[in-house]
């Protein structure tokens, strides 16, 4: 099992810029796939964007899109969210999440398959 835990989240305007980390120990960082979901009030948890366990692959929401960059860096083992272009539909609380695997390969997307995860951190958007 892996530790996470999230930071970089706050109040920021539309328009703004925010990047989140996750933090992880306890377990070899390079191993696991990664991925950012987020959940906004009254709403189902939702994907946002994964990476893979040596940065190969990426994806991403169709609504976060050429706004949002996940990275990594695995010496540091710290993930990143980039998030550019802010709106206030992009406000919920972010999670990060943790999937160990064997090989490099596209990381999931539905959060069913992660089992690792961090208490998450609000990110809140004023219009």
């Known amino acids: 099992q892996v530790q996470l835990v999230e930071s970089g989240g706050g109040l920021v305007q539309a328009g703004g810029s925010l990047r989140l980390s996750c933090a992880a120990s306890?377990?070899?960082?390079?191993?696991?796939?990664m991925a950012w979901f987020r959940q906004a009030l009254g709403k189902e948890r939702e994907f946002v964007a994964s990476?893979?366990?040596?940065?190969?692959?990426?994806n991403y929401a169709d609504s976060v899109q050429g706004r949002f960059t996940i990275s990594r860096d695995n010496a540091k083992n710290t993930m990143y969210l980039q998030m550019n272009s802010l709106e206030p539909e992009d406000t919920a609380i972010y999670y990060c999440?943790?999937?160990?695997?064997?090989?490099?390969?596209?990381?999931?997307?539905?959060?069913?398959?992660?089992?690792?995860w961090g208490q998450g951190t609000q990110v809140t958007v004023s219009s």
């Open positions: 306890g377990r070899t960082f390079s191993v696991y796939a």
């Open positions: 999440a943790g999937d160990r695997v064997r090989v490099e390969g596209r990381a999931p997307i539905v959060a069913s398959v992660y089992d690792d």
């Open positions: 990476i893979s366990r040596n940065s190969r692959y990426t």
